[in-house]
C-alpha cells in the first residue's frame, strides 16, 4: 500500500512539474535554514568547549557592589588583586589573567602589526592546552625583564607556519617585538583558540614587560587602581561554583579592608566560563531557532 503511495504520489509531482519545483525550493529553503541555525546553536549553545573537562573552566573577574545584574556583571581587575586572588585561594587548580595586546613585528618581511595577547603564567595549564612544541609561560617568566632567558613568546600554529614554515628549530629563534628581543619558547596547536572570537591571535607574552617601569615610577603589576585583566580559572575537582564564589568574595572583602582606597566598592565573582562566552547570545539563538523551525513546519505543509 505504501508502494503504490509512493508512486501515485510521484506520478503526481511529474505531471505538474511547476508545483513540484516550487514544492521542492520551499522544503530546501525551510530544510537550509534551519540546518544554518542550528549549526550556530549547536557550536555556540550545545558543543562543549574545546579544552579538557570543560565543566571546570569559569571565568573570574571583579564586580562592583552595587551590581544589580543576576548573575552580576563581571568586570575586569588589577594585578595586584589577582596576585591575591591566586595566592590566597584554595578552590582553584589554577586561576590566570589575559589581556589583549597589540603588537609591532620587525623581521625579515618588514614592520607589520599582529594579533598579541599578554597572559600570566599558568594561562595555558587553566585551559589544559600544551604547546606541541617547546613548553608554556611560567610564573618565573613574569618576572622584570621575564626572569632568566630575557623576554619570551609563545607561537600560534599559523603563525608558526607562516613565519617559520612549521620548522622544528622555531624554538629559541629571537623574534624583535616593539623594539625587543623576544625568544621563542612553544608553539601552540593548530586551531587553539581563546576565548571566542573572530580573529586568531598570533603571539603570547607574558606579564614581564608590565613588571618594571621604565621612568621609574610604579609598575603596572603593582598598581591596584588599573582595572584591565580578564581571569579564568579550572576549579579543584569537587570544589562547585558556588562554594569558588564564596571563597573568592571572602578573599575580595579582605582586600577592600585592607586597601580601601583602592577596593571599596568592590567585589569579586565568577560563573561558568560557557555562560560567560555566551553571554546575552543564549536568549537570542533560541528564539531564533524557534523561529526557523516554525518556518520549516510551514514549508512542509
Given at each position: 500500500?505504501?508502494?503504490?503511495?509512493?508512486?501515485?504520489?510521484?506520478?503526481?509531482?511529474?505531471?505538474?512539474?511547476?508545483?513540484?519545483?516550487?514544492?521542492?525550493?520551499?522544503?530546501?529553503?525551510?530544510?537550509?535554514?534551519?540546518?544554518?541555525?542550528?549549526?550556530?546553536?549547536?557550536?555556540?549553545?550545545?558543543?562543549?568547549l574545546?579544552?579538557?573537562?570543560?565543566?571546570?573552566?569559569?571565568?573570574?573577574?571583579?564586580?562592583?557592589?552595587?551590581?544589580?545584574?543576576?548573575?552580576?556583571?563581571?568586570?575586569?581587575?588589577?594585578?595586584?588583586?589577582?596576585?591575591?586572588?591566586?595566592?590566597?585561594?584554595k578552590?582553584?587548580?589554577?586561576?590566570?589573567?589575559?589581556?589583549?595586546?597589540?603588537?609591532?613585528l620587525?623581521?625579515?618581511?618588514?614592520?607589520?602589526?599582529?594579533?598579541?595577547?599578554?597572559?600570566?603564567?599558568?594561562?595555558?595549564?587553566?585551559?589544559?592546552?600544551?604547546?606541541?612544541?617547546?613548553?608554556?609561560?611560567?610564573?618565573?617568566?613574569?618576572?622584570?625583564?621575564?626572569?632568566?632567558?630575557?623576554?619570551?613568546?609563545?607561537?600560534?600554529?599559523?603563525?608558526?607556519?607562516?613565519?617559520?614554515?612549521?620548522?622544528?628549530?622555531?624554538?629559541?629563534?629571537?623574534?624583535?617585538?616593539?623594539?625587543?628581543?623576544?625568544?621563542?619558547?612553544?608553539?601552540?596547536?593548530?586551531?587553539?583558540?581563546?576565548?571566542?572570537q573572530?580573529?586568531?591571535?598570533?603571539?603570547?607574552?607574558?606579564?614581564?614587560?608590565?613588571?618594571?617601569?621604565?621612568?621609574?615610577?610604579?609598575?603596572?603589576?603593582q598598581?591596584?587602581?588599573?582595572?584591565?585583566?580578564?581571569?579564568?580559572a579550572?576549579?579543584?575537582?569537587?570544589?562547585?561554583?558556588?562554594?569558588?564564589?564564596?571563597?573568592?568574595?571572602?578573599?575580595?572583602?579582605?582586600?577592600?579592608?585592607?586597601?580601601?582606597?583602592?577596593?571599596?566598592?568592590?567585589?569579586?565573582?565568577?560563573?561558568p566560563?560557557?555562560?560567560?562566552?555566551?553571554?546575552?547570545?543564549?536568549?537570542?539563538?533560541?528564539?531564533?531557532?524557534?523561529?526557523?523551525?516554525?518556518?520549516?513546519?510551514?514549508?512542509?505543509?
Amino acid at each position: 500500500l505504501m508502494l503504490t503511495d509512493i508512486r501515485y504520489g510521484l506520478r503526481q509531482l511529474i505531471q505538474h512539474p511547476g508545483f513540484t519545483i516550487v514544492a521542492i525550493l520551499t522544503l530546501a529553503l525551510g530544510i537550509g535554514a534551519n540546518t544554518a541555525i542550528f549549526s550556530v546553536v549547536n557550536a555556540v549553545l550545545l558543543k562543549p568547549l574545546p579544552f579538557p573537562a570543560p565543566n571546570e573552566l569559569v571565568a573570574v573577574g571583579g564586580v562592583e557592589l552595587n551590581e544589580t545584574a543576576s548573575p552580576p556583571r563581571l568586570d575586569s581587575m588589577c594585578y595586584p588583586d589577582f596576585f591575591d586572588f591566586r595566592d590566597q585561594n584554595k578552590s582553584f587548580a589554577n586561576i590566570a589573567v589575559y589581556r589583549d595586546r597589540p603588537i609591532a613585528l620587525v623581521d625579515e618581511q618588514g614592520a607589520q602589526s599582529v594579533r598579541g595577547k599578554k597572559i600570566s603564567g599558568e594561562f595555558f595549564d587553566v585551559l589544559g592546552i600544551k604547546p606541541i612544541l617547546g613548553r608554556g609561560f611560567l610564573r618565573a617568566d613574569e618576572q622584570p625583564g621575564g626572569g632568566a632567558g630575557g623576554f619570551k613568546v609563545v607561537i600560534s600554529y599559523g603563525f608558526w607556519q607562516s613565519h617559520f614554515n612549521r620548522a622544528e628549530d622555531a624554538i629559541g629563534r629571537v623574534l624583535m617585538l616593539d623594539g625587543r628581543p623576544f625568544t621563542v619558547i612553544g608553539v601552540m596547536p593548530a586551531g587553539f583558540q581563546f576565548p571566542i572570537q573572530t580573529d586568531p591571535i598570533d603571539l603570547y607574552v607574558t606579564l614581564a614587560e608590565d613588571a618594571a617601569s621604565p621612568d621609574g615610577g610604579t609598575p603596572y603589576t603593582q598598581q591596584r587602581g588599573g582595572h584591565s585583566l580578564t581571569g579564568v580559572a579550572r576549579l579543584k575537582p569537587g570544589v562547585s561554583v558556588v562554594q569558588a564564589n564564596a571563597e573568592l568574595r571572602t578573599i575580595a572583602a579582605a582586600l577592600e579592608k585592607k586597601y580601601p582606597e583602592t577596593n571599596t566598592k568592590w567585589s569579586a565573582g565568577l560563573r561558568p566560563l560557557r555562560d560567560e562566552l555566551v553571554g546575552d547570545v543564549r536568549t537570542a539563538l533560541y528564539v531564533l531557532f524557534g523561529a526557523v523551525a516554525c518556518l520549516l513546519l510551514i514549508a512542509n505543509a
